[in-house]
């Protein structure tokens, strides 16, 4: 089995997407808001993974995109953010101030 699967991450994720809906449509989320996400519903998740928050968006938008592209996932839509005009970006969780690229995006599906 593999980590994706023995961490539910599909669940995990799908459930910090949902809270992207809003009454006019399906919000957008960084990858970094998704990690973050995770995070806020199990604060042990880090440890029980041994992944620092970098490392976690790194893999939930490697895992995301590889699934939805191969057809593995198929409720979820990726898009990337461009990096016009913005080569890096900062972003502050929990005290944590994390520096990476412009990235992809994720939501749910419109039904």
């Known amino acids: 089995m593999s980590?994706?699967?023995?961490?539910?991450m599909e669940r995990r994720i799908r459930e910090v997407l949902e809270e992207g809906k809003e009454e006019d449509g399906v919000r957008w989320m960084l990858s970094y808001q998704v990690a973050f996400g995770v995070i806020r519903k199990d604060?042990?998740?880090?440890e029980q993974s041994g992944?620092?928050?970098?490392?976690?968006?790194q893999y939930i938008a490697s895992?995301?995109?590889?699934?939805?592209?191969d057809g593995r996932i198929e409720d979820m839509?990726?898009?990337?953010?461009?990096?016009r005009y913005a080569t890096e970006i900062?972003?502050?969780?929990?005290?944590?101030?994390?520096?990476?690229?412009?990235?992809s995006m994720f939501r749910l599906r419109a039904s």
């Open 77 to 83: 839509e990726v898009e990337y953010l461009s990096n």
């Open 63 to 69: 895992q995301l995109v590889q699934r939805i592209r």
């Open 51 to 57: 992944m620092e928050h970098s490392r976690l968006v």
């Open 90 to 103: 900062e972003i502050e969780f929990d005290g944590n101030e994390l520096e990476g690229r412009p990235s």
């Open 3 to 8: 980590d994706w699967q023995a961490w539910e």
């Open 43 to 46: 604060s042990q998740f880090l």
